[in-house]
């Protein structure tokens, strides 16, 4: 019950990663606010957490709307009284050309934009003046290498990283941990989505595993948990990879 009585906002929270964040917080005793721009999917979210004994709400709306997030974080400070950790979930990708990319402001509005506006909702309407409190930013492995195909996205998720780092050195004095998972090929809904696009890629991605498969969702999210929690307590500014030793094959060999 490493989260008992905390508050939790996760933002894309309605399905993939951060759905499970939503169940493995809830279950260790936090209170979780749960976003999604699809209502749908905040509500079904929040149904699941409470079927399984936890307790949730919903917060859907638009993640890269400055406005909303701002707003969204006073509703739970109003209604719960603080922010104890926030995790920056939400993220977008699509699989086009550079040349042809006619989603880049879109995606980094999503993918960069918003874990800015909603972190800094977060400290100045709670973490700065309780001098507490923990930010947990997904990037991808798009965060450390590039690949073809998805510019946006890999500009974003470096610059994720980038914010991380701005932000844990420049809060680390007011209690706040800011820090950056980035996953590697995971099971959601997304990946599905972009193996149906270009699948012979993805056979490619999976066969360079070293551990020989893709992750889970939940351990994705364990590794959330982590970050966000009490035994992370002198962790702040990291740039973590979960990846199942994908970045460690640098070499462009192939796992025996």
Same mark, same amino acid.
């Given at each position: 019950m490493r989260f008992q009585d905390k508050i939790v906002i996760i933002t894309g929270a309605g399905s993939g990663m951060g759905l499970a964040a939503a169940g493995l917080f809830a279950a260790e005793g936090a209170t979780v606010w749960i976003n999604d721009i699809k209502a749908?999917?905040?509500e079904a979210a929040v149904a699941s957490v409470e079927k399984a004994g936890g307790r949730a709400h919903a917060i859907p709306g638009d993640?890269?709307?400055?406005?909303?997030?701002?707003e969204a974080v006073g509703m739970v400070v109003s209604r719960s009284g603080r922010v104890d950790v926030l995790v920056n979930n939400a993220g977008v990708s699509t699989i086009e050309p550079a040349t042809e990319y006619g989603v880049w402001k879109r995606t980094m509005s999503i993918n960069l934009d918003a874990p800015f506006y909603w972190s800094r909702a977060a400290a100045v309407q709670s973490m700065i003046p309780n001098r507490a409190g923990a930010i947990v930013n997904v990037a991808s492995n798009a965060g450390f290498a590039a690949f073809p195909g998805d510019v946006g996205y890999i500009a974003s998720k470096h610059g994720v990283t980038g914010l991380t780092k701005a932000l844990a050195v420049e809060w680390a004095g007011h209690g !706040?941990?800011?820090?950056c998972l980035c996953p590697g090929l995971t099971e959601t809904n997304m990946i599905r989505e972009m193996e149906a696009i270009d699948a012979d890629r993805f056979v490619e991605r999976r066969r360079r595993i070293?551990?020989?498969? !893709?992750g889970r969702p939940e351990e994705q999210a364990a590794a959330m948990l982590y970050l966000a929690s009490d035994g992370s307590s002198y962790v702040t500014g990291l740039i973590m990879n979960n990846d199942g030793g994908q970045m460690a094959l640098y070499s462009g060999f192939s796992p025996q």
């Amino acid at each position: 019950m490493r989260f008992q009585d905390k508050i939790v906002i996760i933002t894309g929270a309605g399905s993939g990663m951060g759905l499970a964040a939503a169940g493995l917080f809830a279950a260790e005793g936090a209170t979780v606010w749960i976003n999604d721009i699809k209502a749908d999917a905040a509500e079904a979210a929040v149904a699941s957490v409470e079927k399984a004994g936890g307790r949730a709400h919903a917060i859907p709306g638009d993640v890269a709307d400055e406005a909303f997030a701002r707003e969204a974080v006073g509703m739970v400070v109003s209604r719960s009284g603080r922010v104890d950790v926030l995790v920056n979930n939400a993220g977008v990708s699509t699989i086009e050309p550079a040349t042809e990319y006619g989603v880049w402001k879109r995606t980094m509005s999503i993918n960069l934009d918003a874990p800015f506006y909603w972190s800094r909702a977060a400290a100045v309407q709670s973490m700065i003046p309780n001098r507490a409190g923990a930010i947990v930013n997904v990037a991808s492995n798009a965060g450390f290498a590039a690949f073809p195909g998805d510019v946006g996205y890999i500009a974003s998720k470096h610059g994720v990283t980038g914010l991380t780092k701005a932000l844990a050195v420049e809060w680390a004095g007011h209690g !706040i941990r800011v820090n950056c998972l980035c996953p590697g090929l995971t099971e959601t809904n997304m990946i599905r989505e972009m193996e149906a696009i270009d699948a012979d890629r993805f056979v490619e991605r999976r066969r360079r595993i070293p551990m020989g498969r !893709i992750g889970r969702p939940e351990e994705q999210a364990a590794a959330m948990l982590y970050l966000a929690s009490d035994g992370s307590s002198y962790v702040t500014g990291l740039i973590m990879n979960n990846d199942g030793g994908q970045m460690a094959l640098y070499s462009g060999f192939s796992p025996q």
